[in-house]
Nanobody, 123 residues
Framework: QVQLVESGGGLVQAGGSLRLSCAAS????????MGWFRQAPGKEHEFVAA????????YYSDSVKGRFTISRDDAKNTVYLQMNSLKPEDTAIYYC????????????????WGQGTQVTVSS
């Protein structure tokens, strides 16, 4: 089992920045690829970013590419999502997820999920 706890969400003005953290406990963190998804009110879950087990390979949705950066610190069992140049359309609950064998953009390939953290971007 892997437990995931997100933090770092909040209210920010458009153009601002936030850094989300996802702390993992349980089985070996480095055995998992990690991803971030988000869900805005009334919308489906949307892939945001993912990072491979080694941390070498990253993936981003077109909507956040160039603005968001995913990274991981295996010594701290934590994955981060640095979000810059935030837009009102980035408002959503952000979830981190862990996958032993991942298809990065496929929500169903992730084995464990956190409870989410709210990000609200005001215009």
């Amino acid at each position: 089992q892997v437990q995931l706890v997100e933090s770092g969400g909040g209210l920010v003005q458009a153009g601002g920045s936030l850094r989300l953290s996802c702390a993992a406990s349980g089985r070996s963190f480095s055995s998992y690829a990690m991803g971030w998804f988000r869900q805005a009110p009334g919308k489906e879950h949307e892939f945001v970013a993912a990072i491979s087990k080694s941390g070498v390979t990253t993936y981003y949705s077109d909507s956040v590419k160039g603005r968001f950066t995913i990274s991981r610190d295996d010594a701290k069992n934590t994955v981060y999502l640095q979000m810059n140049s935030l837009k009102p359309e980035d408002t959503a609950i952000y979830y981190c997820a862990a996958a032993a064998i991942v298809v990065p953009l496929r929500r169903g390939s992730y084995d464990y999920w956190g409870q989410g953290t709210q990000v609200t971007v005001s215009s």
